[in-house]
């Protein structure tokens, strides 16, 4: 029973990497979720071959009942609803036990608001940031390119240098699944971008020097991956956040994405270029920002709106009945 499992589970990460690209992380997260299914199953005297449709659904109220969040609920319905699909087009089993259970359902969650004061801030910092001038280079240009294009972290720290050359007011993003996009640059991003180009191509002929090989992403490291990595940037952006003033609770690497996205939309930009920008499949991912600026508005005019605090409005004459 053990090797079958293991012969799915490895078969079907495979698969997914191979095919649709998926992510060491996303890869690691989908094993998580389908040996605890397994285990489940396992007490059960039961394997993935032999569960039913009641095998599975009794598994997500236990899962409920372990007061999982919908999210993992959710996300360990997807994993088992694509194994079954994955094991239903390889012959491993003749139907699939999962295909009409419907998942639990995810709460949205209004992502964490930076005001545009804020980013400034948060830039002016990363300009200021740094033991010597080109420290100071590279998070200026992180920053300016993180703010300038929505970027997810992981796509920002693995670009590779091949990806800026060219036309300076556009830049190629490798995105998830493989699939690229171009987004373009703002003034101040075009400026540090350059800035950081010219620095990283007199580190370069200093590594030819000393006959080292050059690298060739763009913000390089000495560790294994060869770039900077994603733990690194985030401490870097709390640095920021701190000598910013800004609150470091609400400042991530994916904050300043949502920042992007947000003020882009309350500046008139169109909902379908952010999705575009963003790199995101389905536009239902995008309408998320038009929640955040409502509920914005919807604040703004509860603080400041002449009218929101009725006991004590002011008046420009007498409004007793008296005199009328």
Not at 130 to 136: E, F, L, V, Y
Not at 160 to 182: H, N
Not at 282 to 302: F, G, K, Q, W
Request: include cysteine; hydrophobic fraction near 40%.
């Amino acid at each position: 029973m053990q090797s079958d499992t293991f012969h799915w589970i490895s078969s079907f990460l495979e698969a997914q990497a191979a095919e649709l690209g998926a992510a060491t992380n996303t890869q690691l997260a989908y094993g998580r979720d389908l040996k605890d299914f397994d285990g489940y199953l396992a007490r059960k005297a039961l394997d993935f071959n032999a569960a039913s449709r009641d095998d599975v659904e009794n598994y997500l109220i236990y899962c409920d009942a372990q007061g999982l969040a919908k999210s993992t609920r959710a996300r360990r319905l997807s994993a088992i609803k694509q194994l079954y699909r994955f094991a239903f087009e390889e012959g491993l089993r003749q139907d699939n036990p999962a295909i009409q259970i419907a998942g639990p359902g995810q709460d949205k969650r209004l992502p964490k608001i930076l005001s545009e004061d804020e980013v400034d801030r948060l830039l002016d910092a990363a300009r200021a940031s740094g033991r010597s001038p080109r420290d100071r280079l590279r998070n200026t240009c992180l920053m300016e390119l993180l703010y300038a294009t929505g970027m997810r972290v992981t796509e920002l720290v693995g670009l590779p240098i091949s990806a800026t050359r060219g036309d300076p007011r556009l830049l190629l993003i490798m995105g998830k699944g493989g699939k690229e996009r171009m987004v373009p640059l703002s003034p101040p991003a075009r400026v540090a971008l350059a800035a950081w180009l010219e620095d990283r191509d007199l580190q370069d002929a200093e590594d030819r020097q000393k006959r080292k090989p050059a690298s060739r992403f763009l913000f390089p490291s000495r560790g294994k991956s060869g770039y900077l990595t994603r733990h690194r940037f985030y401490l870097l952006i709390k640095e920021f956040a701190v000598a910013a003033g800004v609150d470091p609770v609400k400042v991530t690497p994916h904050t300043l994405r949502h920042a992007f996205a947000t003020h882009l939309l309350a500046n008139g930009a169109d909902l379908r270029a952010i999705q575009t920008m963003l790199g995101h499949a389905d536009i239902a991912t995008t309408e998320i920002y038009t929640h955040v600026l409502e509920e914005r508005l919807s604040e703004l005019v509860l603080e400041r709106h002449p009218l929101a605090d009725t006991g004590t409005r002011k008046s420009g004459g007498n409004t007793s009945s008296e005199g009328q």
